[in-house]
């Protein structure tokens, strides 16, 4: 057996908590009520280990990670184990008073979610009124601050249509980095995918729109397509592969090789309360469950991408075939792959519903739909 | 998270000009130079991306400190390693490092 390389990178979610209720959330159906989340000490070891680990890099994420009133602790903690942070946010909340705090934390980049170009729909998507307004101010906060802004744009069905405009959003807000990110249907998104596939067409034009905005952004800003695996017909190289660069520990401690595998029944997930983030990158059977290229069987095992896509991603084989250990359906030499394209063929058709919004309480849906 | 090799296993574009001698090359606002003590070697990271800087690569960004013009960073490496061909490498590379946005 190879040596296990130490990861690069940690995602730090802190808390399934959101202020708003987007539909396409890729967290998992069931959230960490906020009793059961971290405390402030357990986050503190976890970076401190993570350091001694090799990651030196960590995105702190959710949810919304400004509902964490020790969000400076914890970045601090970071940033003396030499770990590299970014805040991965939807700006409500985000002030100069309490980006101030952060900065002086060692808070080194932020990342900005915004839903759509327009005001109205960007709140709407979101869920939430005058989102747009408090991400607006976000974005001007951070950019006084003079820290790395990057926006993160989730596309779906009704926004891939403005791409321009969320483009031209993105410059006037002074990022950095404008990522383009087809919505991955895990999680609170799976539920939602009749509303929220594109058609063909859509994604064709917004394909070509960003070609043309890279080729004229070249060398200023930064713009990155992430793709829609659905129509594709490859399957991504999911996280760089299993338990290969990166690990993401959930808000309840849970250590997870890839975000979304926390729907995998039978993983048996390791826990940072119990257990050494090294014991668990290294010795786990979650992180070995899938890691190289042994647990493959044909068409991967044999296949020349094996090395470049590592098979996909499981926790999108489990969700569509039930078996984690098949083949990503999103390859078109996947033997599940006729499902994927039914699914695509269907959803030409439009939605019968609207989509479901997300929630965080349980007593969802104030009629505040999408 | 992605993970760059420099110097990459492409050849420089050619598009990308020789720098001026006299440009003081400084690392970009978003990029952090550190060693990594686990894996032995020195870094660039960025909020997206981590960059392992291999051989000399290291020791010439460490140099690029604002202060320092393309001029002085090969005269002192070239005084280190007289035998090296920093003359010509190390204005390529420097180039090459602002085209990918990590010098300014």
């Known amino acids: ?370 | 998270m992605t993970l760059t090799h420099t110097p990459g296993s492409h050849p420089p574009a050619a598009s990308v000009p020789d720098p001026d001698p006299s440009w003081r090359p400084a690392l970009a606002r978003h990029v952090l130079l550190r060693h990594d003590r686990v894996r032995g070697a020195d870094l660039l990271v960025l909020p997206e991306r981590v960059v392992v800087l291999h051989g000399p690569a290291g020791s010439i960004v460490r140099l690029c400190d604002g202060a320092r013009d393309v001029r002085g960073i090969v005269e002192e490496l070239a005084a280190r390693h007289p035998k090296a061909p920093v003359a010509v490498e190390v204005p390529l590379f420097l180039g090459r490092l602002r085209e990918e946005g990590w010098l300014r």
């Not at chain 1, 808000?251 to 595998?261: E, I, K, N, Q, S």
């Not at chain 1, 048996?268 to 668990?280: A, F, G, M, T």
Request: charged residues 20%.
């Open chain 1, 1 to 370: 057996m190879t040596p296990v390389e130490p990861p690069w990178a940690l995602l730090a979610e802190l808390t399934h908590g959101c202020p708003l209720h987007c539909a396409y959330c890729s967290n998992p159906l069931e959230l960490v009520r906020r009793s059961g989340e971290l405390d402030t000490g357990s986050w503190c070891r976890v970076m401190c280990q993570a350091g001694e680990l090799g990651v030196v890099q960590t995105h702190i994420s959710g949810g919304e990670p400004l509902l964490r009133p020790d969000l400076p602790q914890i970045v601090a903690a970071a940033d003396t184990a030499g770990i590299h942070t970014q805040l991965v946010t939807s700006g409500i909340g985000l002030d100069a008073a309490r980006l101030g705090a952060l900065v002086d934390a060692g808070l080194r980049s932020v990342q900005l979610s915004v839903q759509h170009a327009d005001p109205q729909a960007s709140d709407r998507i979101a869920g939430r009124r005058r989102s747009f307004a408090d991400k607006a101010r976000a974005a001007a906060v951070v950019r006084e601050a003079g820290l790395p802004l990057g926006l993160n744009v989730v596309l779906h069905r009704d926004n891939l249509d403005v791409l321009d405009a969320i483009v031209g959003l993105g410059l006037d807000w002074g990022a950095d980095r404008i990522e383009l990110a087809n919505t991955q249907f895990y999680g609170w998104a799976l539920l939602n995918r009749k509303q929220l596939l594109p058609s063909r067409s859509q994604l064709t034009r917004a394909r070509e729109s960003v070609e043309a905005w890279k080729t004229r952004l070249a060398g200023r800003t930064e713009l990155v397509w992430v793709v829609p695996d659905y129509f594709d017909g490859t399957a991504k190289p999911c996280m760089g592969g299993w338990g290969a660069v990166s690990l993401t520990v959930a808000p309840d401690g849970t250590a997870l090789p890839c975000p979304a595998a926390a729907a995998m029944p039978g993983l048996d997930p390791p826990n940072v309360r119990e257990r050494s983030l090294e014991w668990i990158w290294r010795e786990s059977p979650a992180f070995n469950a899938y890691r190289g290229t042994g647990w493959m069987a044909d068409p991967c095992r044999s296949c020349e991408r094996r090395d470049i896509d590592f098979g996909g991603c499981r926790c999108q084989a489990y969700a569509l075939t039930g078996d984690a250990a098949r083949p990503d359906p999103a390859c078109h030499l996947a033997p599940d792959h006729p499902l994927l394209r039914g699914i695509v063929s269907e959803s030409a058709l439009g939605a019968p519903s609207p989509a479901v919004p997300r929630s965080f309480r349980t007593a969802a849906g104030r009629g505040d739909r999408v």
